[in-house]
């Protein structure tokens, strides 16, 4: 089937970039990006494309190039469904909260929700394409329900998982290392894979174009996500070792990384992964070992999170420990609260937990992020429920100018790797701090001699 129009169920972070770059790349073929949450389409089609919801860097250039002439945001989710050839589901799939599973399963609802919904409204045959990320399998319990409530017309399930990371989204999306889509191995299974082949080849080359069965495709996602967080979590333990030992841990992931079998990204020691994305997928493979009796396997992967979990602690307690054991009333400038740079989203961000830890300990917060606001902040906090949502606001300040956040502080803590950290005049920053001026560098991102040099205590992870 040629594809000349396509619907978008989730105009999240997947489903705003991806669909951007489609609609970019493919100029025949329409784009309807649709969500239930009506903010989150009215920013989308804000008249000023700054505002789009997303923050990435060149998105708003390809949004501004394409919208309303290829590419739409809606909430007429009914109708997006019942036009397009071809259906992405990129809606949400967050670790359950709730029942069996809780804490560690992914929670499927909103996925089955679109399953019934496309079932309910469509009056000829259609892709579907899994692009969230979803446990291996689902895409049975999807055909389940698709051919048992749909109107009798064909449904072909294909597994297109996304590989982009956050603020890379664009650069990720144009140039990805390789496209992965499973489909059946039926004739209709693999008419279906070529459809969304033909998508993707109007800018990948088709040998980063990876065609497999759907659990293969389903499973290989969950797989790298796995093992992209466990690297971090590796170097995060070996960085503890190195504070203890006098080896520096930038040192040794350079001295690891040269080795072409290890390779040198994924080696960044920091304050803890965070993202919405590397938690959730690894407990749900956690959960989906031992749904199938695998205890070694789940405990194998689970390491990674309680790494990860330690490494977090142990910063805001390295903290409290170097302020003469007490940081009751202090101000703890943060210099960053999203999960990493250039980006707006805060889900699961390391500084939200160590935010959490500073105020059971009476921290005052002074909070400076270039792309997080004050109220995003204050909705991290509650939403981890340790204190009354007042308390969170008496405990943190946030500031539009990083040397106002930093003015009569004790310490600063840098939770995020933003560039232009980098580029700040420290001897103020300094002068305007209570004595002695501390630094927790939790991403390695300051030139320790310089700080030091300045006056500064300065202490980074691993080192
Ligand atoms: P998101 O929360 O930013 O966006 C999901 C959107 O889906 C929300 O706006 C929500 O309102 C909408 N939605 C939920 N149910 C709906 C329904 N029934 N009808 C219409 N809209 C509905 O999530 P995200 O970060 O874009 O992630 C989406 C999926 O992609 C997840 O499975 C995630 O694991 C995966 N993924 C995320 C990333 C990433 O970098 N964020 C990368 C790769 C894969
Ligand atoms: C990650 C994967 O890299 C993507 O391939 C995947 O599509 C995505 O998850 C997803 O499924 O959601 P993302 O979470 O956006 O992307 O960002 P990463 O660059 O992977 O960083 C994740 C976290 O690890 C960040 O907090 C980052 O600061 C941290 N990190 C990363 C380190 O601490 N050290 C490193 O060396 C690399």
Request: aromatic share 8%.
């Amino acid at each position: 089937m040629k594809i000349t129009n396509i619907c978008c169920i989730g105009a999240g972070y997947v489903g705003g970039p991806t669909m951007a770059v489609i609609a970019e790349k493919c100029p025949h073929i329409k784009v309807t990006v649709v969500d239930l949450n009506e903010a989150r389409i009215a920013a989308w089609n804000d008249e000023d494309v700054n505002n789009i919801p997303i923050y990435e860097p060149g998105l708003n250039e390809i949004v501004a190039n394409t919208r309303n002439k290829n590419l739409f945001f809606s909430t007429a989710v009914d109708q997006a469904i019942d036009e397009a050839q071809l259906i992405f589901i990129s809606v949400n799939t967050p670790t359950k909260t709730y029942g069996t599973g809780k804490g560690m399963a992914a929670d499927l609802k909103h996925i089955e929700l679109c399953a019934r919904q496309i079932a309910k409204v469509a009056k000829n045959d259609k892709i579907i394409v899994e692009k969230s990320t979803l446990p291996v399998r689902t895409a049975e319990a999807l055909k389940s329900i698709l051919d048992n409530t749909g109107n009798g017309v064909q449904f072909q399930i294909l597994s297109n998982p996304e590989f982009l990371a956050e603020g890379t989204a664009v650069q990720d999306l144009l140039h990805p290392d390789r496209v992965l889509i499973g489909g059946e191995t039926t004739p209709e299974g693999q008419q279906a894979i070529e459809s969304l082949v033909d998508v993707y080849a109007n800018w990948v080359p088709k040998e980063r174009i990876l065609k497999t069965n759907v659990w293969s495709s389903e499973l290989s996602k969950l797989t790298a996500n796995a093992f992209l967080a466990q690297r971090v979590s590796s170097i995060n333990a070996m960085s503890e070792l190195c504070e203890k030992t006098e080896a520096n841990v930038n040192e040794v992931a350079k001295a690891i990384g040269m080795d072409s079998r290890i390779g040198s990204k994924f080696l960044k020691a920091s304050v803890g992964f965070g993202g919405s994305c590397f938690q959730k997928d690894i407990l749900n493979l956690v959960y989906i070992s031992k749904a199938f009796g695998l205890n070694e396997v789940a405990d194998y992967w689970e390491q990674v999170i309680i790494m990860n979990d330690h490494q977090k602690r142990r910063f805001s307690r390295n903290i409290v420990q170097t302020l003469y054991n007490t940081v009751s009333g202090k101000k703890i400038a943060f210099l960053g609260w999203a999960f990493k740079k250039d980006t707006n989203d805060t889900r699961e961000s390391a500084a939200i937990y160590v935010a959490d830890d500073l105020i059971n300990e009476q921290a005052n917060i002074a909070l400076y992020d270039p792309k997080v606001g004050h109220q995003q902040v204050l909705a991290d906090l509650d939403y981890l429920d340790t204190r009354k949502p007042a308390d969170n606001e008496k405990h943190i300040h946030t500031f539009d100018n990083p040397y106002m956040a930093c003015e009569n502080a004790h310490a600063v803590a840098i939770l995020t790797e933003w560039d232009e950290f980098k580029d700040y005049d420290w001897k103020k920053i300094y002068d305007s701090m209570l004595k002695p001026a501390f630094i927790f560098d939790g991403r390695n991102l300051l030139d320790a001699e310089k700080m030091r040099a300045i006056g500064f205590v300065y202490q980074s992870i691993g080192s």
